[in-house]
Every structure is written in C-alpha cells, then in structure tokens.
C-alpha cells in the first residue's frame, strides 16, 4: 500500500498530525505498536492527573475546618480512584480511535520496522509513502543501579497500575514525574521521601519557584533529600532499603515501593534507524527546524527527537513537519512553550529563566508577586506561592514562573503574551477580572 504519507508512532503527535493531514486530503497510514493516544493517554499526563484531582479532593477533605466543616471524616476507597483513573483513560482513548475512523486514515496496530527508505513492514505487510514522520516517543530511563530489578522497584506506567496505596514509597528523580507522584501518594496516605541527585528540586526550572516548591512540599510531609546519589537498591527484612551517598556520607532509607523517576529517554531502539542510514545521537534523532532529518522526506517529532519531551510540543511540530511537507510557511513559536507540574500546589512556567539570561548575556527586570496578597488565593486557602516576570530591555517579557494554585492555568496567558511579542506595558494595561488567581501576573508586572 503506498500513501501520502505513513506516521510510526499513535501519540498526540502522531494521532493529531494524522487527523490534521486528513483535513488537508492527504491519505495517511498510522502504524501504532500499543494502545492508541501513546504515553501520555494511557500510562503518564491523562491517568497521572486523574490521581491528581482525587489527591486535591483528599486535601480539601483534611483542610475542611478552615472553611468551617468541623469534624469531617473519609476513607480512601483507592479501587474507586484507580477505576475513576482507567474510565478516563478508556473514554479519551476511545474518541481518539473514533475520530481516526476516517476514510484517509488507516490505523495499523503492530510493531513498524524499516524496509527502505520510503517502505515500513508491519509484520507480514508493508507499506511505503511519499514522506514518513517518526513519532514513536519515550521511554523511562533506568540508571544502572544494582537492585534497579527488584520487585517493587517500579516505573511510573507500572506505579499507576497498581491495587494499593504503599505506606512507604521511595521517589528517586525530583523532577516532573517524580514529584507529581510523590505529591499524589502522599495525599493517599503515603510516607514519601524523595531523592535528587541536583542541588534543588525540578533541575529545569527556575531556582526560586524549584525552592518555594520544595519547601511547600515539605509542609505536607514529604521528605526531600538533594545533592544525593543512589548507590542501590536491597531487599532486607520485607522491604526495600534504598542506599544513597551524601555529600560523601552513606545513609539509607526503607521503603514498600521504589518508583524510578530520573526522566525520561528517547525510544530509539523501537526502529532499525542505522538501516536506513537516518542520523540521532543519545538525545534523539536528529533533526532540523522543519523536524527534517538527513534524508529530506523523513521526519521525527515528539520525545523521539529529544528537543522537548512534552505532548503539547509534540503536536506542534508534527503541524510544522506537515506545513513543510505541504510547502506551507508558519510562523509558529516553538521556542515559547508553557510547562506545568501538577503538584500540590502546581508549578509553571514559559520563556528564560533567570539563570539563562545570565548565561546568555541577557539584560533583563525580574519582577515580583505573592499569593499571600491575591484575594481569590486567600478565599481558597492556598496562599503559597510567587509569580517572577522577567522582561527585556526593550520591556518585552522573556518569561514568567510560577509556584502557587491554578498555576497550570494562569501561565497560558503569558505564552499568548510572549507569542505575540508583548510587554509589561501590554500586560499591565490589560485589565483583569477581580478577585482572580490571575491577578498576581498583573500585580508582577506592576
């Protein structure tokens, strides 16, 4: 079967890059090896924030008397939260296939394996097209730590498949899975401690917003332990010991679970990429601003290229690699891309940080805002928190960071800020409704 074009890979990138080609006439086969919608559908963003929501219901529930509910009382019934978890799955899952019913789109399931430069084998059949896009994502990373093969010792898809609530769990990585699922169990009833091998939490991320984040994550009982290398994992004595170097002294912690989250690496043993002749490098494929690789008619987008593991940037590039293909110019920014982490409370953040402008030799104001001075953050009991605004010199915003609530949410307005070019000026002549979260980007630029 030959096609316009043949997609590897049934993730955000590879699925909506397929309807959108659709849209434009292109006939399209899309080969997927597992479940339709990829990770972040089926074993990472949509079932990790499912757990999320029932973890903010379990806060709400023990912060009531706050709000004047004495004397309220719940039990965890996690089977309901773990089936509440797969019902979302499923239904999101299913109008994913629905809308991949589409007469030019031919959804293969198996294993794609290159047979030339323009031919895929998907078992006993092939199929060839006129350009090729290689979406076929991630994979958890494992360190090679002795003991990293033990039971109980799990990855973050196979922690959200499990049937109970562990009374000690281990999170090695304090980065975005890592600390979302440590805020989640912990929640749950969970006794948490997390170990990170950087100086601070969320090693990307600006160091304030990583700091404040730490320190609010410790308030609720979760033990974070930095600068720290794990050495290995041992079963003594019914549990897991996880042993660790720090700042030169050995120490060690017992836990029920272990969950390995140091991130996340391209799954570039999914195809014969060396084959065909097709160039990447442990990072990931490589590719050029179109997501072009060295032979002109294949493409990678999405975690499999290494640029930006995440599914929003995924779906972006797969419209700037179907812009190049169909000759069509955008002006699409790729370098303004919003990040979230849904802890409690939530993390954000779009554009430099500090720590990059002064790498880069940038003029920059940082300006500031607190939670603890918004009114909508004081009537819902969530006054931890800062909004940091960095702007040019020319006064346009370069980017923003946020720790504190809704903070997921409150970031977008700043991306369509950036997008656009806009400055501080841009921002505040822009009014706001009051009271709301949002105030505290107005009160920054200020």
Known sequence: MHTNLLIIGAGPGGYETALLA????????????????????????????????????????????????????????????????????????????????????????????????????????????DNVIIATGSVPAMPPISGNDLPGVLTSGELLAIDKVPPRMCVIGAGVIGLELASVFAAFGSKITVIEFAKEVLPRFDTDVAKRLRQSLGKRGIE????????????????????????????????????????????LSSLNLDEVGILYSKKGITVDDAMRTNLP?????????????????????GVRTLNAICGKADDMRLDVVPAAVFTMPEAAAVGLTEEDCKERGIGYECRKSFFRANGKALCVGETEGICKLLAGADGRILGCHIVGPHAADIIQEVAALMTVGATLTDLRRTIHAHPTLSEVLHAASE
Do not use: W
């Open 297 to 317: 008619h294949i493409y990678a987008i999405g975690d499999i290229n290494g640029i930006n593991m995440l599914a929003h940037v995924a779906v972006a590039q």
């Open 224 to 267: 974070i332990i930095t600068q720290s290398e794990v050495t290995a994992i041992a079963e003594e004595c019914g549990c897991l010991t996880v042993r660790f170097l720090r700042k030169g002294k050995e120490a060690a912690v017992e836990a029920d679970k272990v969950l390995m989250a140091v991130g996340r690496k391209p799954n």
């Open 22 to 129: 659709a849209k434009r006439g292109m006939e399209t086969v899309l080969i997927e090896a597992g479940e339709t919608g990829g990770t972040c559908l089926n074993a990472g963003c949509i079932p990790t924030k499912a757990l999320c929501r029932s973890a903010e219901i379990a806060e709400e529930f023990a912060s009531a008397g706050q709000f004047g509910f004495g004397g309220v009382s719940f039990q965890l019934d996690f089977d309901a939260v773990m089936h509440q978890k797969t019902e979302i799955v499923c239904r999101l899952r299913e109008g994913v296939e629905t809308l991949l019913r589409n007469p030019k789109i031919h959804l293969v399931k198996g294993h794609a394996r290159f047979v030339d430069a323009h031919t895929v084998a998907v078992g006993d059949a092939t199929y060839s097209a």
